[in-house]
């Protein structure tokens, strides 16, 4: 399962109350379910990382991070989601937002866009709108979407893994 391999990246907590970094964050970073892996803490993982994947701005592992704390999510999950955007990928995420918020919005289509950063910069006092709302939009679908599978899965794992012990000790 993919929890028993995941757990070898998880850092244990004592020696994250021996950090003096993560201290100045409080006594709730210190909090089991934001280090464990169970269904709750996993799937709140993928809704919070899913979604600030999706949110073009810099730092997005950090405020995947802080969110974690509140919302009680898997933080290394969290941080490690937000990677779905990445260099290769971030053009197609953020062009499909940007298309989504203008539809949602009711803009009209640009006629001369370009994938450039240039084109970008010099139309952002016009894309900014769209980009975002079609980001926040699609963040949250996204979001919600990976919960619910996660969610749905776990308990169909948990039930076969159920099933097949029920039918071990029948024998």
Do not use: C
Not at 13 to 25: C, F, I
Not at 84 to 109: E, H
Request: overall charge positive; cysteine-free; aromatic content about 16%.
């Amino acid at each position: 399962m993919p929890k028993n391999y995941l757990k070898k990246f998880i850092p244990n907590p004592e020696k994250l109350r021996q950090s003096k970094a993560l201290g100045l964050l409080g006594s709730q970073i210190y909090e089991a379910n934001l280090w464990h892996l169970n269904r709750r803490s996993v799937a709140r993982a993928f809704f919070n990382g899913l979604f600030w994947a999706f949110i073009p701005m810099p730092f997005q592992m950090l405020a995947s991070a802080l969110f974690a704390i509140p919302l009680r999510a898997n933080i290394p999950l969290s941080i490690a989601l937000v990677w779905i955007t990445n260099p290769l990928t971030m053009p197609f995420v953020f062009y499909f937002n940007y298309k989504v918020g203008m539809l949602i919005l009711g803009y009209q289509d640009e006629k001369d866009f370009q994938l450039s950063v240039e084109w970008i910069w010099d139309k952002m006092e016009h894309i900014w709108l769209p980009l975002y709302t079609g980001s926040i939009v699609s963040g949250l679908i996204v979001g919600a979407i990976s919960y619910a599978t996660i969610t749905i899965l776990w308990r169909l794992h948990v039930i076969k893994r159920w099933k097949e012990r029920k039918l071990r000790n029948s024998k």
